[in-house]
């Protein structure tokens, strides 16, 4: 990610964020970090969930709880990463002598695989100190990282019978009377028995660095605490200097898309289909028909800059072109104040933390 890309947006956000610190560290955050320090002496092992966007101990955990006790980093969504980039993160956690391992908690196969590696893991640690005892495995991490599902999934593949079921899952704490977030115990295994802590996401009570800000409300980890348009400007930064927008090249206008285009053979079944679409969901940005037409509108704008994308001030005339384009796109009628330049960014948002925009990750290598 090139200089001008991790500067536009940043201080906008970072100050946005500054102010509103009460809103993403609350009252309730603080006690569930405190209940979860609690037990961890309790817990046999600690799994460390992270972002796969997202994967610096910055941008993840408090240090002030659990620096350097994690003892395996999983990075969840790696669905919305970039293959490449996360295949290098994974030789760079071998080579700190971390434990790693990469997964989509919403897909089956893949828990599945983790949970085989899970108990293999519990085997070896068993066979080496020749322990008999249940193994218990707390999971930490920061909101929205996908921790609950996880723990679910393994808890649904993990589970012996399902009468066992309801004996398995149970509350252990309450971080704060009269909250509901609650730290619970699942079991995902036996033979050897292996229970889960799920534990409430939490995030450090201070973010200083506006870049680390950026990112954490970017892939939605800090919600509705800044304007929706400086995080889509944001993004369109790190877009315009990918060259993942290069795959949608077969979506030019002269390609051979034309359900996309709209220039559908007249009479055709599969045009009538379309058009039948169009008509009946023409704001549901989510169709492939409408993402493909984004796709388009992003491609071609970048394809028609008349200036250096490295420079900031050209990326920032670029973004502002785009904008305007994606207003058609979106099909977003020109309303004042700005409101049609906030529904385009939470759509452009949206199309991105789902993945339909291409697959990214946020943070490069250590030198």
Known sequence: MGMASRSIGLKEIGEALKKA???????????????????????????EVRDARVTPPCTTIPHQLFDDMSDLILMNKTDLANRSQLKEWTKYFEQQNCISYGVNSHNK??????????????????????????????????????????????????????????????????????ETKNISSLKIGSHPNIYVLDTPGILPPQIHDSEVCT????????????GEKELARYFLAILNTSDGYKKWERLSTHGNDKSFTGQEVEGSSDSKLNMKRKRQYPSDHTQDFMVNRVRRTLLE????????????????????????????????????????????????????RTGRLGHYTLDPLPL
Request: some cysteine; proline content about 3%; hydrophobic content about 40%.
């Open 21 to 47: 610190k009460s809103g993403w560290y609350s009252l309730h955050m603080a006690a569930a970090s405190h209940a979860i320090a609690q037990r961890i002496p309790l817990a046999d092992f600690i799994l």
């Open 215 to 226: 990112k954490l409300a970017l892939t939605g980890a800090i919600e509705n605490l800044v």
């Open 301 to 352: 704008s970048i394809s028609c800059l008349d200036g250096n994308i490295k420079n900031e001030k050209d990326l920032e005339e670029l973004i502002e072109v785009q904008f305007t384009a994606l207003r058609e796109a979106f099909l977003v009628s020109l309303e004042p104040c700005n409101d049609s330049q906030t529904k385009i960014s939470a759509k452009l948002l949206n199309l991105y």
């Open 109 to 178: 196969e893949d828990v599945k695989k983790f949970l085989n590696f899970l108990q293999a893991q519990v085997r070896e640690l068993k066979r080496i100190d020749h322990s008999g005892h249940t193994t218990t495995m707390m999971i930490i991490g920061i909101p929205n990282v996908g921790k609950s599902a996880l723990a679910n999934s393994l808890h649904q593949l993990g589970r012996i019978s399902a009468a066992e079921k309801g004996k398995l899952k149970h509350t252990i704490v309450s971080p704060h009377p009269g």
